[in-house]
Each structure stands twice: as C-alpha cells, then as structure tokens.
C-alpha cells in the first residue's frame, strides 16, 4: 500500500488559503473508483492520508457552488432566521432534559455552529459585482469530451468568483479504463499505454490522439482562465496551474 501518510499538496495549500472561502478546495474527477486498486482513483488525501471524495458530475459540482443556499443572499438570511429559532428551541430544552439528551443536544448545538460559521463566512465573501444566479448550468454531457470542458468552465468560474482557491482534477483514474471513442478511438486508454507490448503504428497513432486530447483541454483551460478579468489583470495572471501525469513511461509504470 503506496497511500500517503499525510496530506497531499492541494490539501496543504487549502490549509493556508482555503480558510477564508466558502469551499475549502474543490475535488474532481472524470470517472468512477476503480474499485479493485482504490488508490488509483485519488490524488487528494487528507493530514491522515485518507481519501478525499471528488465528483465527475458537472451539473452536481455546478449545483453544489452556485444554486446552494450559502450562495444566495435572500437564502442565507432565511437560513439564518431559522437557526435562530433552533438555537432558542434547543435552549429551552436543554434546562428540562437528562444527561444523554443533552450530549445528544450538544452535538446538535455543535451543528448550528458550524452552519452559522458557513453562513457569516459565505456572506463576507459573496462578490456582489459577480451574479452567480445569471450562470447557465451546464447541460448533460453527451460523452468524456463534454464532460470535461464543462468541468473545467465550472472550475474557471469557482476560482473567478471566489468560491474556492484551491481546485484538483483528475481526468482518468492511473488505471484508467476509459475509451476515447470520441476522438474515434475504440480501445480503452490503459491497454494502449502498453505500447511497447501492443506495438503497432495505428496504436501508437491512437495513443497520440489521447495525449494531444488532453493537451488541448490544458490549453483550454488556459484561455478560459485568461478572458475573465481579475482586478488590473486576468485569472490567469493570478492563478497557479499545475498540470502532470503519475508516470513518465506508461508500459512499465515507472
């Protein structure tokens, strides 16, 4: 078992940086765990070397950012009433219970505290001058290619709007099984990685496909990050991007 005893990089970053923002950092991911090597599906461990959960939905992610209540002024304040009533409520109950109801009461307390930190820390960052209710959510995916480009628009605006700092995306598991059938590929990814065992020129040309696919999508992320203004400057100019691979030679996973 080759899991990391601590925190991966991002996870280290969002400690100094991810405090102030609504999403502490943002996990995600193209496909499913591999479920008979899990490693292989996690870039992102906690300070305990556990695996951080990621999603692959872009509409779930799209949802999750910018049509929560913590991203609706109206919504928090509502939110905010109502906690108000359950604090009392819980108050008033706590005077009357016995010794377990009331560690039971305790950690409900604990609950309303944090809702309440999510609450004032969403309201202090709320970027009035960007409404995220004008956003188009994205429509679903007709294959990998859409899926992608979709997460990686998502992304862009979660960093431009300030919902998060931080940000991993993994776009194929190490022992990936996707196909690239879009690109006119019919074979999975992970068997053309082999290309010294599978040789064959029309394999080599298909696994170039893939490596030039992803390539691109870098570049697209780019440019997407380059046309949103930033202050006197663009996203892109305030923005550090790491893009890499898990292995230098594919064939013999060194």
Not at 44 to 59: A, C, V, W
Request: proline share 2%; glycine share 6%.
């Amino acid at each position: 078992n080759n899991r990391p005893k601590g925190a991966s990089v991002d996870q280290v970053i969002a400690d100094k940086i991810g405090q102030d923002t609504s999403v502490r950092s943002l996990e995600l991911t193209t496909e499913g765990i591999f479920t008979n090597q899990p490693d292989c599906s996690y870039i992102s461990y906690d300070s305990k070397g556990r695996f951080i959960p990621r999603e692959s939905d872009p509409q779930l992610v799209f949802d999750k950012l910018f049509r929560s209540p913590m991203s609706s002024a109206s919504k928090r304040k509502e939110m905010s009433s109502i906690l108000d009533g359950v604090r009392d409520n819980a108050a008033h109950l706590k005077r009357r219970v016995g010794k377990e109801d009331a560690q039971t009461l305790d950690e409900y307390y604990t609950i309303v505290r944090e809702t309440e930190k999510k609450l004032a820390l969403a309201a202090k960052n709320d970027k009035s001058m960007i409404d995220t209710s004008k956003f188009k959510r994205p429509g679903t995916s007709a294959n990998l290619d859409e899926q992608v480009t979709n997460m990686l628009d998502i992304m862009a605006l979660a960093l431009w709007t300030d919902t998060t700092r931080v940000s991993t995306y993994m776009l194929g598991n190490d022992n990936s099984r996707l196909v690239f059938d879009f690109l006119g590929v019919d074979e999975q990814h992970h068997w053309l990685s082999h290309f010294f065992r599978n040789f064959s020129i029309g394999n080599i040309t298909k696994l170039n496909k893939i490596n030039y696919w992803h390539m691109q999508k870098y570049a697209y992320f780019m440019d997407k990050l380059k046309s949103f203004k930033d202050g006197n400057d663009t996203l892109l100019d305030n923005t550090l991007v790491f893009y890499g691979s898990s292995m230098g030679h594919s064939d013999t996973h060194a």
